[in-house]
């Protein structure tokens, strides 16, 4: 159904009338507002412009002194709407609005029940209302008993779902039986409860106990009783007691107590939490709620726990050594009591002589003595009631024995606050470890603290240890293993973080001296709280002053120099800028301080060297590559001058040809032997051409394709072998050599490229030999440069090797003057075939 509620206010002369309208809920409502007779916008009532708005969105809009507009589908719960005057097309004058409410008939009231707190209390009862109406709902509840006792009472909340009677049901009818019951009403009807019936004993509470106390007889724990008070009529009661340290509790339960009960199970010198609830009957009613907490300490017993020792050794001299001795709290269970003191004893092993005993508040304790004999050390603890029983330890060398080193000890994080440490046994006195000892502590705790010392005793067979004493995030440990076999013992140590970060800082350089040519730098170790983890590296970076080129560095492990190191990169008498960073798993820390320095000494001409002879290598690597030397040997072609374009004089006519009529043979037979030892795909190797210039130095093509390896070359030298000898155009002439400065012009015909006397097929680069005009060697003819163009009798064959690096070959001679020599099957080379000239080549 739907509820109407209307305020108007009054605005100039403009009132609005309002209907009440009731709906169900899902129907249409019709919403009126109008003007009074002759009020609105003057002078004609046709200016008059009314809106109806639902909350802020215009839902209708009419001309005149009225509107009436039908809503459907309003939703459970208040709607408001509003009616305004419009006389102009920007002011708009509120006059009236409503807020119409939707809401359901009440639920049937469920879950009746009543309860009476303590004997003296009131009935209160509470049920659950159903779903909301969302309209005002009246309860009205009603009690209903022996002798005509009828009692209701209505409540005046809006979300009423408890009531409280205000009468207390007495215990001189505990056997009588009670009725109640809820009815739920508002504007669209009405609904009630089941009855509900109980007796005095179903609904009485009691109150929780009061008054509890503890007491110990004769100031120990074997005995003690608990008392407490309760209501008359109580005939039950339930005890639950805890270590304040424990979330459990025990429970014990107890009949016709009368405020008493002994517990016999109590720990010494422990603070425990007590509490009592209790109940009327063993069947009927419910359990009180409990009562306020009793917090107490039992009595101190003598300790019963021994010490967990630990020490450390260290030599002082030649005769003394000093003992630290470490051990750990007891357990409140083991210590039974405040612990006042330790009790600490040195002794020598061989003859039981007691040499220091001491008494300290402390959990440590350093002495000095005597590196002679063997020594034994016992501590206990002592409270009021007594001393525990001392825990002995011998003092040996825990890391003299290599053999029983851990192997590949190693730590990783687990969380914020714990490392896993693990490790291998000792490789060749595996049975004989008796046990192991995990040893950390912070590597570089804070100025002026000394750090605390944790340890972990580990069976033989297990070889992990998860360590959560003392360990805090983005601090470096240092961790050790021992493993311990009688009176000997091995050791091994890494470092570990449960979290890191880059360092926050960088390391200050604090000094920079030199020796013997190097640069020693110290630098002052980041603050603890700054490094965020373990270092790993260190990096120190140079550059000259005012050079804006990236910086050199040198990365340094941690465990090599972790305060100073050499570096021998820098250059004399030019002034460098240093600073350094360093590095954890997390990332490089910022740069630290800057510092100028300028080495002292003599240069060294080897810096110099050693980029030249690294520019040279790369210049010959890439002009090894097939399309690099193509585009030079076009450049030089290019720039080729022009008197190279002279013509070679013809052969043809010579007086040599005419002399000897078997060169054509002998020339077809150096054309064979040429072919037959034409490398193989396996070996490719290249052709020798021998070119001359007119009237310049000769210049050689090396017989063989070889690749940087097979000539021994490095990367920061270069080998030549005699196979890779040659001269060129720039380089000495040979010294039988003719020319240009002799004013001897050396033909062509005259000299073809021919070997000296002990010359080789392997060794072409042997000087030339100026032949007479009227001689022509008949074991290496001439052929031009382009060899590619020759025919042979074998298939051609595809060199495997062609993209490898190449030897540079250059010639005078334009590759557009030499055409290629074709022979056919049989056919012999002769010389009145054959043009030469310095400009071009001819057939």
């Known amino acids: 159904m739907a509820h109407t509620v209307g305020g108007c206010s009054l605005a100039l002369i403009f009132i609005i009338m309002l209907l009440l309208v009731k709906a169900k809920i899902g129907s249409a409502v019709n919403i009126s507002c109008s003007l009074k007779p002759k009020q609105g916008c003057l002078p004609s009532s046709s200016f008059n412009k009314l809106i109806l708005y639902k909350f802020d969105r215009r839902i209708y809009v009419q001309h005149g002194h009225s509107l009436s507009s039908q809503v459907k589908g309003l939703p459970l719960g208040t709607t408001l709407f509003v009616c305004k005057l419009a006389c102009s097309s920007s002011d708009e004058i509120r006059i009236c609005g409503a807020e119409i409410s939707v809401g359901v008939v009440p639920e049937q009231p469920r879950n009746l029940s009543c309860i009476q707190k303590g004997e003296r209390g009131t009935v209160i009862c509470t049920w659950h209302r159903g779903r909301d109406t969302h309209l005002y709902t009246a309860y009205t509840l009603q009690l209903n008993g022996p002798k005509n006792l009828t009692w209701q009472k209505q409540c005046n909340d809006h979300y009423c779902d408890h009531l409280d009677l205000g009468i207390n049901l007495t215990p001189e009818s505990l056997e009588s ?204 603890a002592a409270n009021s009631k007594g001393s525990s029983l001392p825990t002995r330890i011998n003092i040996t060398d825990l890391c003299g ?157 941690y465990r090599i120099s972790p305060n100073s190191h050499p570096i021998d990169s820098l250059q004399p008498r030019v002034t460098y800028v240093l600073w350094m960073t360093a590095l954890t798993a997390a990332g490089e820390s910022p740069q630290g301080n800057e510092r100028e320095f300028c080495l002292q000494g003599k240069a060294n001409w080897s810096t110099f060297v050693a980029p030249s002879i690294c520019m040279a290598v790369i210049m010959v690597g890439v002009l090894s590559m097939r399309c690099f030397r193509q585009k030079v040997f076009v450049l030089l072609l290019a720039l080729r001058p022009q008197w190279c374009s002279k013509e070679i004089p013809d052969p043809a006519n010579s007086t040599w040809a005419k002399k000897y009529p078997i060169v054509e043979e002998k020339t077809q037979l150096a054309l064979d032997r040429l072919l037959t030892e034409w490398p193989t795909p396996e070996e490719p190797e290249p052709l020798v051409i021998n070119e001359v210039l007119c009237r310049v130095t000769p210049v050689f093509r090396p017989p063989h394709h070889r690749s940087w390896s097979e000539k021994g070359q490095g990367v920061q030298g270069h080998y030549t072998s005699e196979e890779d000898t040659g001269y060129s155009a720039s380089s000495p002439p040979p010294p039988r050599a003719p020319t240009a400065e002799t004013g001897q012009g050396v033909d062509l015909y005259k000299v073809l490229g021919s070997k000296g006397p002990d010359s080789k097929p392997g060794n072409p680069a042997s000087p030339l030999t100026i032949l007479p005009v009227d001689y022509l060697p008949t074991h290496d003819g001439y052929l031009p440069s382009n060899m590619d163009y020759l025919p042979s009798h074998e298939a051609p064959i595809t060199d495997p090797l062609e993209e490898l690096p190449q030897h540079i070959s250059l010639s005078i001679f334009p590759s557009s003057s030499l055409r290629p020599l074709t022979f056919s099957c049989g056919e012999k080379l002769t010389l009145d075939q054959l043009k030469m000239g310095c400009g071009s080549l001819m057939l």
């Open 177 to 380: 039986s009670y009725t109640v019951k809820v009815t739920a009403i508002n504007s669209l009807g009405s609904a009630s409860s089941f009855p509900f019936s109980f007796t005095l004993l179903d609904i009485v509470r009691p109150l929780p106990p009061w008054d509890i106390r503890i007491k110990f007889v004769n100031a120990s724990v074997d005995r003690c009783t608990l008392l407490w008070r309760d209501e008359g009529l109580v005939l039950l009661n339930r005890l639950r007691y805890r270590p304040i340290n424990s979330r459990s509790w025990n429970m014990v339960n107890v009949t016709n107590a009368k405020g008493r009960h002994d517990l016999l199970d109590l720990k010494p010198f422990t603070e425990y939490e007590f509490q009592i609830s209790s109940k009327l009957h063993l069947y009927k009613g419910s359990w009180s709620d409990w009562s306020e907490s009793l917090r107490t300490q039992t009595p101190e017993e003598e300790p019963i726990g021994m010490l967990n020792v630990w020490y450390m050794r260290q030599h002082i001299d030649y005769n003394r050594q000093q003992i630290s001795l470490f051990w750990k709290n007891l357990s409140l269970s083991e210590a039974r009591g405040k612990i006042l003191h330790y009790q600490v004893t040195l002794q020598k092993v061989a003859g039981g002589e007691i040499t220091l005993q001491n008494i300290t508040e402390h959990t440590s304790w350093t002495w000095v003595i005597p590196r002679t004999g063997n020594w034994a050390a016992a501590v206990s």
């Open 401 to 557: 024995a290599e053999l029983l080193a851990p192997q590949q000890v190693l730590a990783k994080s687990e969380g914020m606050d714990k490392l896993m440490v693990t490790w291998t046994p000792p490789e060749k006195a595996t049975a004989a470890v008796q046990e192991y000892v995990v040893e950390w502590r912070e590597l570089h705790p804070g100025a002026g603290m000394q750090p605390p010392l944790g340890w972990l005793w580990s069976p033989p067979y297990r070889l992990s240890a998860l360590i959560s004493e003392n360990i805090k995030p983005y601090i470096c440990y240092e961790i050790r293993v021992h493993a311990l076999a009688g009176d000997q013992g091995g050791c091994n140590s890494t470092r570990g973080n449960s979290q890191h970060k880059a360092p926050l800082s960088g390391p200050h350089i604090n000094a920079i001296s030199e020796e013997k040519g190097s640069v020693l730098i110290s630098w002052d170790e980041i603050p603890a709280r700054e490094q965020m983890g373990c270092i790993l590296h260190y990096r120190i970076y140079w550059k000259e002053r005012d050079s804006n080129s990236q910086p050199q560095l040198c990365e340094i492990p």
